[in-house]
């Protein structure tokens, strides 16, 4: 008998269908250990000794590996190909030897790049020994990422209050998006105007543009004002031009390589929406099989661009059949990467069988689409080239003071484009950029062109973007910072942290996030070089090839590290040396020229960041104080000092009394006098700004909570407010939320009663009769569908009698199978509420022992 170990239970039904009933194939369900999160688990000292603790959910698991273990002739070791997977494998063995479940066992690893029948075959038929440089490698990793974690954490929370915590890679992806912030507020627009003529030389019209004005050549910028561009208007206006020249030049376009980790998170980003987690999850899914399809694509981490003969072959047949042989290139694409660091041990992603069309399948929405782009990329890579007609008419005035030119391009031959062209990132227009969809009509050389019609337009350049998901990624791969494997967790970890939020699927950076890059870059700013970062990953690189030891890079690590922090955290002074570094940011100079420091209140303090470990935060405060009590959050921004000031409103009609802008240390808030001892007051609501508030607006908050009216059903009151979270309605204890703080001012009875009744009937209604959220397949061992749910407090998995909730900041659309069987493993596993109960019963009992405990010591002191 042979026990397979594979990660998921997904790839062990797939593999087990292949082996047949020789082989018992077990999964670990990921990683089996981890170091545990507290201090001591990697032992500098002790020659970075690490202290691994298995993971509770694995305990069982690995309890029933070991079992059939020693069962079997033979072990064989079948995780991922890459480094993560050989470290499962490493787990997986170092706890088998400890359970003692080996003995003299024969202890083998495979790979393959695809599940098919064919490539695990071919894999089980070439066992190897477990690939040790790539196993230390990971523990260098780990225990860089562990150092760094737990030294630059605790000096982030000692000095700079509300922090979370600072990551070896993470911190320079932070330091990225801040940056790209920066260089936004940098940006200062200026002003440009573009001048185009509509024109007809014995032929339809078409649009050329101005290229020359007064015998000088003229670009994109050139023009600068109204004037400029009236006065070239008026030189077209009056002149008479011919068509000096038409060139036309034929272009080839190549296709894009397959997709690599990175690549493939871009495109999904930029055609699908998807996050880059949301993206690996469907991979993996598709890596390991749906239903009885097999695997539908290659494995999903990998730089590596090649594709097998195999492959090539395969998609050279399905061009024929489909597209004719003028779309088959005479040779087929062989490609390299381009990507700093780029380990090419993997093929591309490509599906495991190309003649397995999208329209073949039926897969789940997520699956289905991104299966398409990735079968529709790899058979493009193998297509001929379009071919491009680009023309070029230069137009000008009789005495040549005056030039236009039109350009177009035709589709000569669409080649790869028939099936797919890669999505373009934002970036700035140059004078080059060309309309790929003109095309001019027929003009012959020497023509009269005859002006019809002139356009001027006012612009204005913009900043450069900010960082989506695929220019992060994208950015990341660059620089040479991270793995395919990482950046998703990168991403979603800059999001958790609260140090970014994404508005229009764009990364901002929070006040935290800018404050904490702040620290970084001036008392550990080697730690967020670019440049740093991308050479450790190359020296951990080193040690995967077997080129460098790895206790030697966390040596040389260590040794500049510690030194580092040890001074940090001896340093007084960290916030005054912040609040010199980012001021430019705190306090942008005013329009009058006036101090931007000056505190606003009581005019002779200045203004400086200030922190409170108590109440575990930082704020901008006045240097009066406790004279001047003046604050306001930190990174308020432009124009913050006159959103700032507390003001007077006006008067309230009703009562005759003052109503107060006032700044708090917790945000802006209206006030005005209520009872003697206890004014009437309210925060201002999410995306109001305290610089634009007007007496009517504060009000209508000072209003609220006010009554809708009653019901209908009891004659009790509706009541509409504003709380914690948000607008609302209320009726006898039940709250449902408003979507918009503007409708909450004037809701009718009739839309308040139906909200209220929607909640009720999802609150009736939970349970089984709700409609799952999504279906994510049947329970390997139970056989109980597993489903997402809608629940009171959140999204949760459910299967059977179990219920599990989402951890934090997932999706419910981005949950997996695999993700949620070890949510539901752990609750199955915990204690049942009704023993918890049972159990504080219980405590009493014992209390009531300890009195005649501490009563016998007593008689015998006195005896």
Sequence with gaps: MNLVVVESPAKAKTINKYLGPDFTVLASYGHVRDLPSKDGSVAPDDDFAMSWEVDAKASKRLSEIAEAAKKSDRVILATDPDREGEAISWHVLEVLQKKKALKDKQVQRVTFNAITKGAVLEAMAAPRELDMELVEAYLARRALDYLVGFTLSPVLWRKLPGARSAGRVQSVALRIVVDRELEIERFRPQE?????????????????????????????????????????????????????????????????????????????????????????????????????????ITYMRTDGVSVSPEGIAQARDVIAERFGPAYVPAEPRYYKTKAKNAQEAHEAIRPTNIGRTPDSLRLEPDLQRLYELIWKRMVASQMESARLDRTTVEIDSADGQTGLRATGQVVAFDGFIAVYEEGRDDRPKSDDDEDDATRLPALKEGAAAKVEAIRTEQHFTEPPPRFSEATLVKKLEELGIGRPSTYASILTTLRDRGYVRMDKNRFIPEDTGRLVTAF?????????????????????????????????????????????????????????????????????????????????????????????????????????????????????????????????????????????????????????????????????????????????????????????????????PITAGLGRYGPFVQHAGTYANVSDIDEVFDIGLNRAVA???????????????????????????????????????????????????????????????????????????????????????????????????????????KA
């Design 192 to 296: 440009y105007w573009s001048v185009e003529a509509d024109l007809a030389a014995d032929s339809p019209p078409f649009t050329a543009r101005l290229v020359k004005h007064a015998g000088k050549r003229v670009q994109r910028l050139d023009i600068v004002s109204e004037a400029m561009a009236s006065a070239a208007r008026e030189a077209i206006n009056g002149g008479a031009f011919t068509i000096r020249s038409i060139e036309k030049k034929p272009v080839k376009r190549s296709p894009a390589p397959p997709f690599t980790t990175s690549t493939l998170q871009q495109e999904a980003s930029r055609k699908l929406g998807f996050t880059a987690q949301r993206t690996m999850q469907a991979a993996q899914k598709l890596y390991e099989g749906v239903d009885d399809q097999g695997g539908l």
């Design 520 to 716: 970084l870059e001036q008392f550990f700013g080697k730690w967020v070089e670019y440049d740093f970062t991308a050479d450790l990953e190359t020296r951990l690189d080193e040690v995967s090839a077997g080129d460098l030891d790895w206790k030697v890079l966390l040596r040389d690590f260590w040794g500049q590290l510690k030194p580092a922090t040890d001074q940090v955290t001896a340093l007084q002074g960290v916030i005054d040396k912040l609040d010199e570094a980012i001021g430019p940011f705190l306090f942008p100079p005013k329009a009058d020229g006036s101090d931007a420091r000056a505190c606003p209140v009581c005019g002779t303090g200045r203004l400086h960041l200030k922190a409170s470990f108590k109440m575990k935060s930082t704020f901008i405060g006045c240097s009066n104080y406790p004279e001047c009590k003046y604050t306001r959050g930190f990174g308020a921004g432009a124009g913050a000092e006159e959103a700032a000031s507390d003001r007077e409103l006006g008067v309230d009609p009703a009562t005759g009394q003052p109503v107060l802008l006032k700044i708090g240390r917790f945000g802006p808030y209206v006030e005005t006098a209520g009872d003697a001892d206890k004014p009437k007051r309210s925060s201002l609501p999410k995306g109001w700004s305290a610089a634009s508030l007007e007496l009517e607006q504060a009000l209508r908050l000072l209003r609220l909570p006010r009554e809708v009216g009653l019901h209908p059903e009891d004659g009790k």
């Design 755 to 861: 909200l209220l009744a929607e909640k009720r009937a999802g609150r009736a209604g939970r349970g089984s009769a709700v409609a799952p959220l999504k279906e994510l397949g049947a329970h390997p061992e139970t056989g109980d569908p597993v489903q997402v749910m809608a629940g009171r407090f959140g999204p949760y998995v459910k299967s059977g009698k179990v219920n599990a909730t989402l951890p934090k900041g997932t999706a419910p659309e981005d949950m997996t199978l695999e993700a949620a069987l070890p949510l539901l493993a752990a609750k199955a596993g915990a204690p049942a509420k009704g023993k918890k109960t049972s159990a504080k019963k219980a405590a009493p009992k014992a209390a009531a022992k300890k009195p005649a405990a501490k009563k016998a010591p007593a008689k015998k002191a």
